[in-house]
């Protein structure tokens, strides 16, 4: 499942651990290999900082679109956001589907 919110689109998916995972794609749309090192710092950061609020057992993969230069709050935010949308619609369709 996935959300989005801001330049970052969120997917979750189940890993049967009991903490979460953290994958990134930045494409070379956001600019220079500079400014996408830059924006994938920030997202770790902001995961780092979130990880013990965000849904436990699963898997986050965040890419990033084109965007201006935000502050660590917004990202914070768009993740966290992002994170707590996408997994409840995936237990929620787990919930109806049976498996998953």
């Given amino acids: 499942m996935s959300s989005r919110q801001g330049p970052l689109t969120v997917f979750v998916?189940?890993?049967?651990?009991?903490?979460?995972?953290?994958?990134?794609?930045?494409?070379?749309?956001?600019?220079?290999?500079?400014?996408?090192?830059?924006?994938?710092?920030?997202?770790?950061?902001?995961?780092?900082?979130?990880?013990?609020?965000?849904?436990?057992?699963?898997?986050v993969v965040v890419t990033a679109r084109e965007h201006p230069e935000p502050g660590m709050d917004a990202y914070r935010s768009w993740l966290g956001e992002g994170a707590k949308?996408?997994?409840?619609?995936?237990?929620?369709?787990?919930?109806g589907a049976g498996d998953g």
């Fill in 13 to 59: 998916h189940a890993n049967g651990l009991d903490h979460p995972r953290l994958g990134l794609s930045v494409g070379k749309r956001v600019g220079s290999a500079v400014r996408r090192n830059a924006v994938k710092r920030r997202i770790r950061e902001a995961f780092r900082l979130l990880q013990h609020e965000l849904p436990r057992g699963f898997d």
């Fill in 85 to 95: 949308q996408a997994a409840r619609r995936w237990e929620h369709r787990a919930g």
